[in-house]
């Protein structure tokens, strides 16, 4: 007999119908958001645009001269723009708050109207200069076109440097900040060919502080007693210096050596560095060029390296592979100055002290590496002088003086490779010492008998290729140029 079925569903169907309408959910869903997502742009695309147009009638209403950089706060404060109720322009698809972005006024020279770019600071916007050039070629024809933040040292070499307090020179390297100290001329890679070439000094200082040298007298190049005849620690030859080996590579350290008498019988073995006489001079060779663990520049006596030496893990900060391709070999000068120069020394007597062949007994006149250090002339040469006291007035000031008076202050602090937090290494040497080398300390003085031994900050210093290009940015903190073969 048929049974007639009741009214209602199977629960198959009503499975059915939930899946289905999750399924129209999930859809209408995706939908939706694509749609907002897409608005929002169109949103914020059309504020942008607004924001551009308040800015050029902001610089038409002042019948401004040439390019000027605000801010959207700056149009928010003339009336140029509405704000929320919160007295903010906010970004429609994240809330962010955009009172603080850059916006640039420049004018076209065509034709003669302001144009406005959201998210510019204006650094370089007249000049049109391309990318894609030697960087060596793109900083020159940037003084060229506008000179605010550079100038031509007027050595023999005639060197290109930025200099004041805060220039446009910021770069990406090494997936880090660093700044270009200059275009500096005929740059010698160890070969005899001279090139004009970018010479940069990497932003931030390396993670804690580092003797230029520790070994002790008899120990590699250490040759200094203290005056009660006990030995003492530290020399102030760069070629064996441990913090040069710490910086670059064991090819490099070796090959320098070769090309010493004195040092012809030293090694390396198993990342070891040894003298003449098998001593440990220092453990873990090229930490920093080769991006690994090592140790920090440390007491080495006769008896063998410490056990109780500092490592140091480079393996995040230390060079990449392509930031290594990026640069080539550079002769580094090592003449030092003697007792008297400090009291005079300007950043030209620096500059050609350096080039000279005043050096502690055999120490070597020149080094051939990768990694050095800032020079004391690169510190003096970097000042744009202030009101009290003119850029001409400070290069004629010894820096050692530069934090006498409020006056030669004006020097330092309009200085950007003065560091107010950090004591900072130099490469040069006291030519009069075998232990002694200069420091720019953190109140901007040149001490040049700082003694190897002593902690300071390291800012590692490095030439790029003379083929290396600008491919884009502004040379500003918030978009520094980028690099590429």
């Not at 894609?132 to 100038?151: R, W």
Request: charged share 20%; hydrophobic share 30%; aromatic share 10%.
């Amino acid at each position: 007999m048929n049974k007639k079925r009741k009214n209602g569903f199977t629960l198959v169907e009503i499975i059915a119908v939930i899946v289905i309408l999750a399924i129209i959910t999930v859809i209408a869903t995706v939908s939706f958001t694509a749609v907002r997502k897409k608005n929002l742009q169109k949103n914020y695309d059309s504020l942008v645009q607004n924001i551009e147009i308040a800015a050029e009638k902001y610089a038409a209403d002042r019948m401004l001269s040439g390019d000027k950089a605000i801010t959207v706060a700056d149009l928010i404060k003339e009336g140029y723009i509405e704000t929320n109720k919160d007295g903010q322009v906010v970004d429609p698809r994240s809330n962010k708050n955009l009172n603080g972005i850059n916006v640039c006024i420049a004018k076209n020279k065509n034709t003669s109207k302001f144009e406005a770019t959201y998210n510019s600071s204006c650094a370089n916007s007249g000049c049109n200069i391309p990318y894609n050039q030697s960087a060596t070629e793109y900083i020159k024809q940037l003084y060229n076109c506008d000179s605010n933040g550079m100038a031509y040292d007027a050595t023999t070499d005639n060197n290109l440097r930025y200099i004041g307090s805060t220039p446009n020179n910021y770069v990406t390297f090494n997936n880090e900040l660093w700044r270009i100290i200059g275009v500096m001329n005929n740059v010698d890679n160890g070969t005899g060919k001279k090139e004009s070439r970018i010479k940069l000094i990497r932003e931030d200082t390396l993670n804690g502080t580092f003797s230029w040298d520790l070994k002790q007298n008899g120990v590699g190049s250490g040759s200094s007693t203290y005056l009660n005849g006990t030995d003492a620690y530290g020399s102030n030859d760069w070629s064996d210096s441990q913090l040069m080996m710490m910086l670059n590579p064991a090819d490099v350290v070796k090959a320098n050596w070769q090309n010493q008498e004195t040092k012809k019988s030293y090694t390396i073995s198993n990342g070891n560095a040894i003298d003449g006489n098998n001593h440990i001079i220092y453990k873990g060779v090229g930490s920093y060029f080769e991006r690994k663990q090592g140790y920090k520049p440390v007491e080495t006596p006769k008896s063998g390296f410490p056990t109780q030496s500092t490592d140091i893990d480079f393996t995040n900060n230390g060079l990449t592979n392509e930031s290594k391709n990026l640069i080539d070999k550079t002769k580094y000068n090592l003449g030092g100055i003697v007792l008297g120069d400090n009291e005079t020394a300007t950043a030209r007597i620096y500059y050609t002290k350096e080039r000279g062949n005043q050096v502690y007994r055999t120490n070597p006149v020149t080094w051939t590496g990768y990694i050095g250090l800032m020079y004391a002339s690169d510190y003096g040469f970097a000042t744009s002088g202030g009101e009290k006291k003119s850029r001409s007035e400070c290069l004629s000031t010894a820096i050692l003086n530069w934090n006498y008076s409020s006056e030669t202050r004006d020097c330092k602090n309009n200085d950007w490779l003065y560091d107010a937090k950090h004591d900072q290494w130099t490469l040069n040497p006291y030519a009069a010492s075998g232990k002694q080398v200069a420091e720019v300390y953190m109140d901007g003085l040149l001490d040049p008998l700082s003694t190897a031994p002593n902690t300071n900050s390291v800012k590692p210093v490095l030439y790029l290729k003379s083929n290396v290009k600008i491919t884009n940015g502004e040379g500003t903190k918030s978009n520094p140029y980028k690099l590429s073969l």
